[in-house]
Structures are given as structure tokens and as C-alpha cells.
């Protein structure tokens, strides 16, 4: 019932931080759509960092959560909207809580 209820409501300010907040602040610096979808992709993957499954497999847990980050970034670029990410990201997040119950 918490991921019903809760992830979505996470995800969803996750999101707007990244890709509302943070990706149109660099975004008047870099101009670039790859460079800047790395440079965000790497700051969302570093933030997730601390998270438990990185002490199970850091390196492709860690790729993981930047290449998710570069990914969401740079179809919030070609989209020009954030919403697709949100519900990726909410989706993401619900299928490995239920899957691997973490």
C-alpha cells in the first residue's frame, strides 16, 4: 500500500527538482542537449549514491542511476515536458520495490 500511495508522490518532486529545477538552471550555461543531460544524469546518479543496493553492486548500480538520470534529462530536452519522466521514474521505482521488495 506505502508504494501505491508514496513513490509516486516521491518520484514526482524527485523530478521536479531534476528536470524542472536543476535542468533548466544548467540549461542556461550549457546549451548542449547531450552535455547537459550528462552533466544532470551524473548529479542524479551521484545523489542516489547512498542508496542500500549500492553496497550489494556499486559499479552497475551506480551506472545505473546515471544512465536513468541522462535518460530522463534528455527526454525532458526532446519533449520539452517533464511529464513521460514523471511516470517513468514512478513506474521505475514501483516495479523494483515490488519486484525485489527492497
Known amino acids: 500500500m506505502f ?3 508514496f513513490v509516486p508522490i516521491q518520484t ?3 523530478e521536479l527538482f531534476f528536470r524542472g529545477f536543476l535542468l533548466q538552471w544548467i540549461g542556461k550555461l ?3 542537449p ?3 543531460s550528462i552533466i544532470v ?3 542524479f546518479g551521484a ?3 547512498g542508496n542500500p543496493e549500492m553496497s550489494n553492486s556499486a559499479l552497475w548500480a551506480g551506472l545505473d542511476y546515471v544512465f536513468t538520470g541522462f535518460m530522463l534529462s534528455y527526454i525532458t530536452i526532446r519533449t ?3 511529464e513521460f519522466t514523471i511516470g517513468a521514474h514512478a513506474a521505475n521505482n514501483m516495479f523494483f520495490l515490488y519486484l525485489f521488495d527492497i
Do not use: C, D, R, Y
Request: proline share 0%; aromatic share 14%.
Open 80 to 82: 520539452n515536458s517533464a
Open 41 to 43: 544524469g551524473f548529479i
Open 34 to 36: 547531450i552535455l547537459l
Open 12 to 14: 514526482t518532486s524527485e
Open 47 to 49: 545523489l542516489h549514491f
Open 3 to 5: 508504494v501505491i500511495f
Open 30 to 32: 550549457v546549451k548542449q
